[in-house]
Every structure is written in C-alpha cells, then in structure tokens.
T-cell receptor
C-alpha cells in the first residue's frame, strides 16, 4: 500500500505547527472541490469540500481556501498531529462530469 | 457501516489471465466508479456508472470492462491481464454523478499485481 505515495511532493511539518497544502486545478468550469486524505493501505477519505461560490470553508482543525482567479486551492490543518500524516489529494468537479483528482501531496509530521 | 466494499484485497495474476474485481455499496447511491492509482499518477477514472443500467468510459478504459449488476454492485473485469495493469484499484460511489456537490466515497482498495 505504501507504493502509491512514491514520487509525490512531500511537506514535512513539526507536530503542533500549522500545515498548508496547495493544489492547482485545471478547469475554470469546475464548481465543486473536495480534499481527500489517504493513509497508507487505505482508500481516500473525505475531509472537506467547497463550492465555487465560496472562497473559504472551515471544518474541525481544517480550512479550505479557494482562489478562482488563479485556480488555486489550499488546505490548512491547524495544530498538526502525527495522525495527520498521509497523502492529501484535491479533486475538482467540472459540472456534469466525474471528479478529477490531483496527484497528491505527502504530509509528514515530525514528532 | 460497511460503505463501499471491494474484493479481493490482494491478487497476483499471470499475464493473459482474466479476473473480476467485485464492488458493492450499501448507501443506496446511484453512481459508482472504478479508479486505478499508480505511483505519482494520482487517481485515474477507468469506468463509471452514473445510474443503474448505464456505464461510461473514463480516462483509462482500455483493457477493462465493467458491469453494473444492480444498484448496489459494480464489477470491473480484466479479460487478459497485462503487467501495465499492475495497480491499486478503488471502487467508489456517490449519490448522483451529474449533480455537482456529491461527495464520492471510496472502498479500501484492491492491490493487483500482474507478472
């Protein structure tokens, strides 16, 4: 299960610090976006979503920011914990077509 | 709650062999999907079924076939496996495909190796 994480960009953060994971999306017609977390050997899990009529949405310890002008998404994780170590994917949803996934970023939390 | 269940978890095939990956969801979702995940490539859509009775090709359909057996089940078949099909396969489902805003839920994955 570890092999899916090879060759990905990696972000290393100290436990307790805030993490920011960035994602550039490709389709200006996309109107819905999702962040997924994938732990080793498991399927992607939904974290948070945002619609294109919003520029910010907050969840528990996570915030997603959307900048449609430059087609950019970011995921902010507050007070990063060891359990946050995983690969994070953004996904865009051009209306009427299936979700398109980014390649992912590996988050490594240093205890 | 089971959510999306796929079998088998692991499989080793010889080149040219055939096999079927099974998937079932218990969330009464209309749409189901098969993705493959390769190192550095992210998740790529193989086939999807927007609703019972329909199937459509995704980004990488060659070498695969699918069957939407009923609303719950969506299978993926490799008729003649090739080493290039070595990958991790994920089944997923969502309430509806055509409407934006429907979260996709994933199974735990099937690790397939073709030798």
């Amino acid at each position: 299960g570890e092999s899916v994480g090879l060759h990905l960009p990696t972000l290393s953060v100290q436990e307790g610090d805030n993490s920011i994971i960035n994602c550039a999306y490709s389709n200006s017609a996309s109107d819905y976006f999702i962040w997924y977390k994938q732990e080793s050997g498991k399927g992607p899990q939904f974290i948070i979503d945002i619609r294109s009529n919003m520029d910010k949405r907050q969840g528990q310890r996570v915030t997603v920011l959307l900048n449609k002008t430059v087609k950019h998404l970011s995921l902010q994780i507050a007070a990063t914990q060891p359990g946050d170590s995983a690969v994070y994917f953004c996904a865009e949803f051009p209306w009427g077509t299936p979700l398109v996934f980014g390649k992912g970023t590996r988050l490594s939390v240093i205890a | 709650n089971a959510g999306v269940t796929q079998t088998p978890k692991f499989q080793v095939l010889k080149t040219g062999q055939s096999m079927t990956l099974q998937c079932a969801q218990d969330m009464n979702h209309n749409s189901m999907y098969w993705y493959r995940q390769d190192p550095g490539m992210g998740l790529r859509l193989i086939y999807y079924s927007a609703s019972e009775g329909t199937t459509d090709k995704g980004e990488v359909p060659n070498g695969y076939n699918v069957s939407r057996l009923n609303k719950r089940e969506f299978s993926l078949r490799l008729e003649s496996a090739a080493p290039s099909q070595t990958s991790v396969y994920f089944c997923a489902s969502s309430e509806a495909q055509v409407l934006s805003g429907n979260t996709i839920y994933f199974g735990e994955g099937s690790w397939l190796t073709v030798v």
